[in-house]
Nanobody, 121 residues
Framework: QVQLVESGGGLVQPGGSLRLSCAAS????????MAWYRQAPGKQRELVAT???????NYADSVKGRFTISRDNAKNAVYLQMNSLKPEDTANYYC???????????????WGQGTQVTVSS
């Protein structure tokens, strides 16, 4: 089985920074894209940032210039450095990985359990 475990969430003041981490473990043959999503209370889950296996990033307009996604392929890990945080960044953040569990299996999406980020004074 495959597990994605996030860490690094917490309470931070506006203008502050946090770094989220997510590590995938289990029966993993290869990982394609990895991503971070977030979901605020009463809102739909939205894409925050993605990164390809070749480390090409892409960002939602709302976080461009403030957030940086990166990954360590050797560790099956993805990170999200969040700077200049705003109250509207408050949400539960989820890690996503599109991965294959064997050479002949099609890629599937796997999700972490989420980590809460609260931006408040």
């Amino acid at each position: 089985q495959v597990q994605l475990v996030e860490s690094g969430g917490g309470l931070v003041q506006p203008g502050g920074s946090l770094r989220l981490s997510c590590a995938a473990s289990g029966s993993i043959f290869s990982i394609n894209a990895m991503a971070w999503y977030r979901q605020a209370p009463g809102k739909q889950r939205e894409l925050v940032a993605t990164i390809t296996s070749g480390r090409t990033p892409n960002y939602a307009d709302s976080v461009k210039g403030r957030f940086t996604i990166s990954r360590d392929n050797a560790k099956n890990a993805v990170y999200l450095q969040m700077n200049s945080l705003k109250p509207e960044d408050t949400a539960n953040y989820y890690c996503n990985a599109q991965l294959m569990t064997s050479w002949h299996a099609p890629p599937n999406d796997y999700w972490g359990q989420g980590t809460q980020v609260t931006v408040s004074s």
